[in-house]
């Protein structure tokens, strides 16, 4: 392949950081991911919540629910449209999802679905800021307070993002969770975060963490109690991030916003390049909010159907090209798991099925260079014109 459909920014800084880390002698969670935590809260400006550093973000995810109280009998809403891991966390705990159809535009969560999904068993709503763009928020955190329902905003793309000229993570739903998964807009390896503002839900999840241990192992070494004492309150899970991920994690958070720049760049040149082609391009947040862009998905429009042109076929000569793309997703209702279990038909989600026979993820990352770009372009025009 000659180019990626995306590829992690990784460079000296990054290789030194996580060496000096392994050096240190301590390369589980120590100093560095509660730097990390620290600093992640800083980025996000705003000292009344809390980050806690985790694994992965369907750790992350599994974490927020679990302190949450979600559990068998409950029911979360979820779009259809989404990564597997938004709701397998909700099987983990016994509790069954309900998956709902995402708007035509945004593809993000509809609201008008989610409000009719609503039954006396639903305890949690779980949008998805799809490819980077927020969902309705306001909407959502209004539907949900009217109903008692709590809210986890699966962020894994929206970092970072804006919504009303506030960032994804200090909205008012009761957790934020980020991915830092290799592909992602910033990258530990593996890993993720979780925000929120609730002591009660903080302390949970840091004990959740780390096997139900009352503190994790580096408070351990200094805190007044001996260092070998600890105390088991629950069955917790194995979820913490290691110190050598915080590493790395820390000095991308540093590069994030010129990451964020280039990515807005790189955006915008599609927008300009890519108008006048057979193709829906993503929607863009108004003024007041802000795209990650970690994902640019294009969908051919009706004049492309019309022509015969299909999907699975630019994707394969974009790939005779060298050019990898992805498609984002191929939607929940149609994987074997989770049609099978809630009896899930296509019709019952027209727009992701729209969405979803029509789109691909064209490349956009960090590294990539404006030549490469072009290169995307021009065969994109090449094969629409
Ligand atoms: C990547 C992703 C996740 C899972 O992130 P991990 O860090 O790999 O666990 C969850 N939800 C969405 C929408 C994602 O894209």
Not at 156 to 183: K, M
Not at 296 to 324: C, E, F, H, P
Request: aromatic letters at 8%; charged letters at 25%; a negative charge.
């Amino acid at each position: 392949m000659r180019l990626p459909f995306a590829l992690p920014d990784i460079g000296d800084e990054e290789i030194d950081a996580v060496a000096a880390a392994m050096r240190s002698g301590w390369i589980t969670t120590g100093p560095n991911a509660h730097a990390f935590q620290e600093e992640f809260v800083a980025f996000l400006e705003d000292p009344t919540v809390q980050a806690v550093a985790v694994n992965s973000a369907t750790a992350g995810l599994h974490l927020a629910l679990e302190a949450l109280g979600i559990g068998p009998g409950d029911e979360v809403i979820a779009p259809s449209l989404t990564f597997t891991a938004t709701v397998e966390v909700v099987r983990y705990l016994g509790a069954e999802p309900i998956l709902v159809d995402v708007d035509s535009d945004t593809l993000c969560m509809s609201v008008d679905s989610m409000r009719a999904a609503i039954t006396d068993r639903t305890k949690c709503v779980v949008p998805v800021h799809y490819g980077g763009l927020p969902c309705d928020m306001s909407a959502i955190l209004k539907v949900a307070r009217e109903h008692g329902l709590k809210v986890v905003e699966d962020a894994a793309h929206a970092l970072p993002a804006r919504y009303e000229g506030r960032l994804i993570g200090t909205l008012q739903s009761d957790a934020t969770v980020f991915s830092f998964y290799a592909n992602k807009t910033m990258t530990t390896g593996e890993g993720g975060m979780v925000v929120a503002r609730d002591q009660a839900i903080i302390d949970r999840m840091k004990v959740m963490r780390l096997h139900g241990i009352d503190r994790d192992a580096f408070n351990r070494f200094r805190s007044d109690k001996p260092a070998w004492y600890y105390e088991v309150v629950a069955p917790g899970y194995k979820y913490n991030l290691t110190d050598i991920g915080a590493a790395l994690g820390r000095v991308q958070l540093r590069r994030l916003p010129s990451f964020q720049m280039r990515r807005e760049q790189l955006a915008r040149r599609y927008f300009e390049r890519l108008a006048g082609l057979p193709l829906i391009l993503p929607a863009r947040p108004n003024e007041a909010g802000g795209h990650s862009w970690h994902l640019y998905v294009v969908r051919l429009d009706d004049a492309a159907y019309a022509r015969g042109i299909t999907r699975d076929q630019v994707i394969m000569d974009l790939s005779k090209r060298g050019i990898g793309t992805s498609v984002h997703y191929v939607p929940l209702h149609r994987q074997p798991y989770w049609r099978d279990r809630g009896n899930l038909r296509p019709e019952q989600f027209p727009q992701s099925e729209h969405a979803y026979q029509r789109m691909i993820s064209i490349p956009l990352f960090t590294a990539m260079t404006d030549a490469d770009q072009e290169y995307v372009i021009d065969a994109l025009h090449e094969l629409l014109r």
